[in-house]
């Protein structure tokens, strides 16, 4: 089964979905950009359990995904994932860039997640190149064989990213 893909510009902290994905550093410790905004909407207890797993496993390498709870947040879950900082090897930046959608999805699934909504990830603080990380994205999203999810919701801050999300999707629609 494939899961209908959707387009929203927005705020992912106001997304009403199962799960939503985020962008997170590393550290699992809150930052900038997505990661602030979830953070700080979602309150204490998402750095509370992010707290809980890095003391259990340590850091969060990039390309891996956990998972907390939403707290405040109007979702059930959030899936931290991190994202690769562009530094210009395309080949390996893409791969761990997919491998941040695959593994968020593949949680999502085990959870029983029917609506989940990413954010753009890597493209903000991270310069990963916009129209790179949205066909990733895209190519991701439509391979994964699901029997679980129902909805992908893609979330463009930006209209840049929104305008790159619309054309590459009005081909594969």
């Not at 930046?93 to 990830?121: H, Q, R, T, V």
């Amino acid at each position: 089964m494939k899961a209908l893909i959707e387009l929203i510009k927005g705020d992912i902290t106001k997304i009403q979905a199962d799960a939503i994905v985020n962008a997170a550093n590393s550290s699992l410790l809150g930052g900038g950009g997505v990661d602030g905004a979830i953070h700080r909407a979602g309150g204490k207890q998402i750095l509370d359990e992010c707290i809980q797993i890095r003391n259990r496993q340590g850091k969060c390498k990039t390309g891996e995904a956990i998972v907390t709870s939403a707290g405040n947040l109007p979702a059930t879950y959030v899936i931290h994932t991190v994202g690769p900082v562009w530094n210009g090897d395309e080949e390996k930046g893409s791969k761990l860039l997919a491998n941040c959608y695959k593994n968020s999805l593949k949680l999502a699934e085990g959870l029983d997640i029917k609506k989940i909504a990413f954010p753009n990830i890597s493209t903000g603080i991270y310069h990963f190149p916009k129209e790179l990380a949205a066909k990733i994205a895209i190519n991701e999203v439509q391979n994964f064989q699901t029997k679980k999810i129902e909805k992908i919701i893609f979330v463009c801050f930006d209209e840049e990213n929104e305008a790159i999300y619309n054309e590459l999707l009005k081909d594969k629609q």
